[in-house]
């Protein structure tokens, strides 16, 4: 028997009960979904920030890459230098009025270097020459006091009374004179064109083999528009892979995950990204006129010496004779493959290097059982910015053009040539200079640049330490076209003097991305892994100048800088003296995401703490406290690669889009 109303009771428990059962039911599906949207939200998040990750990875290598490009192209740079250094101040040291000899330090321009013409029979300089002297200070030879030398034929002495020995003594002295005087002057001659062609064509090559390994890069990172090599000959789409997988959770990788590589400059030949800067320069040195006397004139190096015995001098003595196919007038112009003269190369501001990286996941949530995978896609570009490879020859470029065009840049360079715009050998602009720093119209015809190092008034130099600079480089070989004295194996003085002559100036570090070591940095990994990278086998992979291949394997601009301090004189304003004067990339401010320019001029230019005492160096050489120097690295929109505002050309260029933006699937 029951107690009235205890069924209701049970009731409505058994209701209470279904109801609690509900709502924790109705609770545990709507944390279950939550948690879920929650998973689902973090997988989302941790794969966007692995892509991220991944792509920052492949934009770096790809600014490595760019930064070997861009020292290279420098390293074209100092070799015209000390090709203007040579020929403009080396050259012409025999003459009375040189600002050496005069000590004038005034940068105002000294008239015969503007069109100089190249004279090595100067005592005061050349050993060789002084040690045809008698040895009496006052009696050393010079014939290149001025820039033509006209010196009368001396006349025969006549035999008046032949039976009196003294009158024979005489004569045979006479002719004894007439003799050494007709050889000098063919000396003069075979002396200047020999070292007037051995510089022209040094810098030729020399600006071949720094092309050869730039063209080499820059085709590599051409080749493959889903994949490129890195700087340690590593696949970086596989190092992207092994980036974003040790980031990603274990729901995004259960179920397979798919990685993609955009190169931005895959596919693009890379002359299409690199315009090469063509010259055609000469050089104007002091030949002997074939007549009687000693009548010397200017002419180009591209027409040997006008006197038959200087030719044969050339030949024999000189060891020039490989030199002659490579300078006559059917050769002035522009020469098939990597021999032509050059500038170097100007990067063209609308094939946009960057990455792309993009990813697909598959995740399933703990509490989808009976549903499917859920694909998930990121994507994310990044760019290197903020370094140079160099200067445009011009100042502005429109956008589908293949070279700059506007102002010139660096007015002191020679023109531009193509196969369709040849400069005569008469056009003074080809002959070698450049400027200083902005702006500069002077260059190497100033009084200043003249004698701008300490003690090259007491230089002492001889030939033989230029007699292998014209000889072509290869793997194995001494690949060094600065002096040497080949008899001692040793660095001569005038070395230091020709590497004070090409030390980064004002100019440089405006325009240029310089690495203050490239050799600890860069040049090891070069060179093991060049052939992956698509540097051809047989083209070496250099050091900076000042390394002998032999004694001195590894250089940098650090060196050269420190090496010589104490040559260049204080006057000259446009020296860089400090390397951390080298950090002039773009540079955050302190502190994090800051980006305020003002914040970040103190470190502009600076360095508080290099990396001199450190085992492991830096690329900069600074390890706190400074600049940088070549390509950082940003993350960029696709907006951004799709937009047809972009400033790329110049202040006077019209905005645009890139001619390589990402495809529509990205």
Request: some cysteine; charged content about 20%; glycine content about 8%.
């Amino acid at each position: 028997m029951g107690f009235p109303g205890s069924s209701s009771l049970r009731n409505q428990r058994g209701q209470s009960a279904i109801f609690v059962a509900l709502m924790f039911n109705v609770l545990f599906v709507f944390f279950a979904m939550a948690i879920n949207v929650a998973m689902v939200v973090h997988d989302k998040i941790n794969l966007q920030n692995s892509v991220d990750m991944g792509v920052y990875y492949a934009a770096e290598k790809q600014a490595e890459l760019l930064n070997v490009i861009a020292h290279q192209n420098y390293m074209i740079r100092q070799s015209w230098k000390l090709l203007s250094w040579r020929y403009r101040v080396l050259g012409t040291m025999g003459l009375d009025t040189h600002p050496v000899s005069n000590n004038e330090i005034s940068d105002v321009s000294y008239g015969p270097a503007a069109t100089p013409s190249l004279c090595m029979n100067d005592g005061t300089t050349w050993e060789e020459v002084a040690e045809l002297s008698s040895g009496d200070p006052d009696s050393i030879q010079n014939l290149c006091r001025e820039q033509k030398t006209a010196i009368p034929p001396l006349p025969k002495v006549k035999v008046i009374a032949g039976f009196l020995g003294i009158n024979h003594g005489i004569a045979a002295l006479a002719e004894q004179l007439r003799t050494q005087y007709a050889k000098d002057c063919d000396n003069n001659g075979a002396f200047n064109w020999w070292f007037s062609a051995s510089i022209l064509h040094a810098f030729r090559i020399d600006q071949r083999n720094r092309k050869r390994v730039m063209y080499g890069v820059a085709q590599g990172l051409s080749r493959h528009q889903n994949d490129f090599v890195d700087l340690d000959g590593n696949s970086v789409l596989e190092g992207v892979r092994q980036t974003i997988l040790k980031n990603l959770t274990f729901a995004n990788r259960e179920k397979g995950v798919d990685i993609q590589l955009f190169n931005s400059l895959g596919g693009v030949p890379y002359q299409s990204w690199l315009s090469e800067v063509q010259i055609a320069p000469t050089i104007v040195y002091t030949d002997i006129e074939d007549r009687e006397g000693c009548y010397g004139y200017p002419q180009t190096v591209q027409n040997l010496p006008a006197r038959q015995s200087a030719r044969e001098a050339v030949m024999g003595g000189l060891s020039g004779g490989d030199l002659i196919p490579w300078f006559n007038p059917s050769s002035d112009g522009i020469l098939p493959g990597d021999f032509q003269y050059s500038m170097g190369v100007e990067k063209n501001p609308w094939v946009m290097a960057y990455v792309g990286v993009k990813v697909q996941t598959n995740p399933r949530q703990v509490f989808f059982p009976v549903a499917g995978n859920l694909p998930t896609v990121a994507r994310a570009f990044a760019k290197p910015f903020g370094g140079r490879i160099g200067p445009w020859y011009k100042d502005k470029w429109d956008r589908g053009s293949q070279e700059s065009s506007g102002q010139v840049v660096d007015a002191l360079l020679p023109p531009r040539v193509s196969v369709t715009n040849l400069n005569g050998s008469e056009d003074t602009r080809r002959l070698p200079n450049y400027s200083r720093y902005p702006g500069d119209t002077l260059g190497m015809t100033s009084k200043m640049s003249q004698n701008s190092l300490a003690g090259l008034n007491t230089l002492k130099a001889r030939y033989d330490y230029y007699r292998n600079i014209k000889a072509d480089f290869s793997v194995g070989g001494v690949n060094d076209i600065l002096a040497w004295d080949s008899v001692s194996n040793k660095s001569p003085q005038i070395r230091e003097f020709e590497l004070a002559a090409i030390a980064p100036d004002l100019f440089d570090i405006t325009y240029y991305s310089i690495e203050p070591n490239f050799s600890e940095n860069y040049l090891a990994r070069l060179k093991a892994n060049k052939v992956r990278l698509g540097i051809p086998a047989d083209a070496p992979v250099r050091s900076d100048l000042g390394s002998n291949s032999n004694i001195i394997p590894a250089f940098s601009i650090q060196n050269q800088m420190a090496l010589v301090a104490n040559r260049q004189r204080s006057e000259p304003y446009y020296f860089v003296r400090d390397k951390a004067h080298l950090l002039t990339s773009w540079v955050p401010g302190p502190g994090t995401y800051n980006y305020d320019a003002s914040a970040a001029v103190p470190f502009f230019g600076n360095c508080k703490v290099t990396d001199d005492g450190f085992k492991v160096k830096n690329p900069g050489s600074c390890v706190a406290g400074g600049g940088r120097t070549g390509y950082s690295v940003k993350l960029v929109s696709r907006d951004y690669l799709l937009s047809n505002q972009i400033r790329a050309g110049g202040p006077s260029a019209s905005p645009n889009g890139i001619l390589n933006p990402p495809p529509e699937d990205w």
